[in-house]
């Protein structure tokens, strides 16, 4: 993945209320370079468009099929799932009447993204809230970010940016990115390197020596969120290991994400799909624990 990438957006997700303070729009960026199998946004780890299907949506009018120039599409109830070879030109989902197919990927000039996200600072500014970069991984993409925050910090909106972790470059983003965010929160899953690679398609490394460097940063509010899925991340040795981790950088706010099995359908998108995930949604005695694990700075949050 290249940095030069202009990136395309999956989603503005608008009156969020979990994802930072107050009233919030969050902006879904597409491209990631990790694969965890418990995925709750799979159509935003590629960065490039694809087709996304809803097979209950379909009427099977072919008219996907009639309009496709490969010859390529098929009705979505027929079982038609996008391969590589489609080139993802949209015109199946643009002549869908009933929105079964679907183009997954919207660019945004800086301008035009800032100005869509401006139309609700005044919820920002009554609530305490603003705007949170999320996906995806938007700190892939350094250059595009430091032409979009400007345009809003100038109009005093909160700009919160959650990130992976795994991402290059980090001079580059420091200098183009952090000085216009109010805050980070960085998602950390596993303390094992290998058990990380298992779960997400990489190693930890990347991601610890990012957290080393952002806890320097005198600046920036720095919290880490921690996806609990149960037997795997949840796990009071892995939970004690982020601890020691967390303590020892002086990261003092933590914010467990309780695993919601939607998680177990999304990942069939990922390739991650030798992991059998859990089923059911976590127990109060499940968190209990995990927040026992951490102390009072920690938090709870009904996210995912």
Known sequence: MHLEQTP???????????????????VFFKGCSLRCSFCHNPECQSALQEIATSPRRCIECHTCSQTCPEGKARPAKAGWSVDESCSSCGRCAQACPT????????FYSPEALAERLLRDRAFYAQSGGGVTLSGGEP??????????LP?????????????????????EFRCAV????????????????????????????????NLRRLALEPRIELQVSIPLVP???????????????????????????????????????????QLTLPTAFMTPEQMARAKAVFGSPTRNSTAS
């Not at 209320?17 to 009233?23: M, Q, R, S, V």
Request: charged share 20%; proline share 5%.
């Open 8 to 26: 395309l957006v999956v989603d503005v997700a608008r009156y969020r209320l979990e994802d930072g303070p107050g009233i919030r729009s969050v």
């Open 99 to 106: 929105s079964a197919l679907r183009t997954v990927g919207k």
């Open 139 to 148: 700190a892939l993409f350094p250059r595009y970010l430091g032409k979009l």
């Open 151 to 171: 345009l809003l910090k100038r109009q005093g909106v909160h700009l919160l940016l959650q990130t992976s972790g795994h991402f290059p470059a980090y001079d």
């Open 178 to 209: 952090l000085p216009h965010l109010d805050g980070v929160e960085l998602s950390l899953k596993l303390a094992d390197s290998e058990a990380h690679r298992v779960m997400c398609g990489h190693d930890n490394a990347l991601i610890l020596a």
């Open 231 to 273: 037997n795997f991340t949840d796990t009071t040795e892995n939970l004690c290991a982020v601890s020691v981790i967390l303590r020892g950088l002086g990261v003092k706010t933590v914010r467990l994400l309780p695993y919601n099995p939607i998680a177990a359908h999304a990942s069939q998108a990922t390739a991650n799909r």
